[in-house]
């Protein structure tokens, strides 16, 4: 089955810097790369997600890259802010009868510091 | 939230008791899933459902059965609650032509 590797696991910064999230996955297979963010006792989100037909996508301060020959892709967040704290969570999927069957990396607890 | 509620959202019990928690839809989503998060291990699928009465294996599934009678419940039985088990529950839907999952606000198990 599909094993996704998510670093690191904490991820402390200043506010208005870069932070940046790698995950790496195992199935060629996988075609579906959703980014969640948790907030402290709320329920996962969503907030970008790439397929393997494209290489890039950008939300105003978020974006994701992928790399399908290295089987790793990143999030990409600029201009930090304390309101990005958060837990941050990526996932790899391939379509099948059971929709999109999400492994989930383990996680990457963000602290912005202002 | 994509209409999403579960129950009860907190839940104390003792080992070998059974415990129930419910996942109830309000968007007619076909695609269920029950997943448990635990620190340092993100979020793993216990079982997921792609119709009524269509379920089956996640990753993590021994302990754990499901039923699903109709669209919008879909139900999570620890037959005999362990320690192990203690963890925040949360449930998740997706629509047909979607790829997204929307989560449910999580139930907190503890099994004591």
């Known amino acids: 089955g599909e094993n996704v590797e998510q670093h690191p696991s904490t991820l402390s910064v200043q506010e208005g810097d870069s932070a940046v999230i790698k995950c790496t996955y195992s199935?060629?297979?996988?075609?579906?790369f959703p980014w969640y963010k948790q907030e402290l006792g709320k329920r996962p989100q969503l907030i970008i997600d790439?397929?393997?037909?494209?290489g890039e996508k950008k939300d105003q301060r978020i974006a994701v890259t992928l790399n399908k020959t290295a089987k790793h892709f990143s999030l990409h967040i600029t201009e930090t802010q304390p309101e990005d704290s958060a837990v941050y969570f990526c996932?790899?999927?391939?379509?099948?009868?059971?929709?999109?069957?999400?492994?989930f990396g383990g996680g990457t607890r963000l602290m912005v510091k202002p | 939230d994509a209409g999403i509620t579960q129950s009860p959202r907190h839940k104390v019990t003792e080992t070998g008791t059974p415990v129930t928690l419910r996942c109830h839809q309000t968007?007619?989503?076909?695609?269920m899933y029950w997943y448990r998060q635990d620190p340092g291990h993100g979020l793993r699928l216990i079982h997921y459902?792609?119709?009524?009465?269509?379920?089956d294996k996640g990753e993590v599934s021994d302990g754990y059965s499901v039923s699903r009678s109709k669209t919008e419940d879909f139900l999570l039985t620890l037959e005999s609650a362990t320690s192990s088990q203690t963890s925040v529950y949360f449930c998740?839907?997706?629509?047909?032509?979607?790829?997204?999952?929307?989560f449910g606000p999580g139930t907190r198990l503890t099994v004591l």
């Open positions: 996932a790899a999927s391939s379509r099948d009868n059971a929709g999109n069957m999400l492994t």
């Open positions: 199935d060629s297979a996988s075609n579906y």
């Open positions: 790439i397929r393997s037909n494209v």
């Open positions: 968007e007619n989503h076909r695609y």
């Open positions: 459902s792609y119709g009524v009465k269509d379920t």
């Open positions: 998740a839907t997706m629509g047909d032509y979607l790829n997204e999952q929307f």
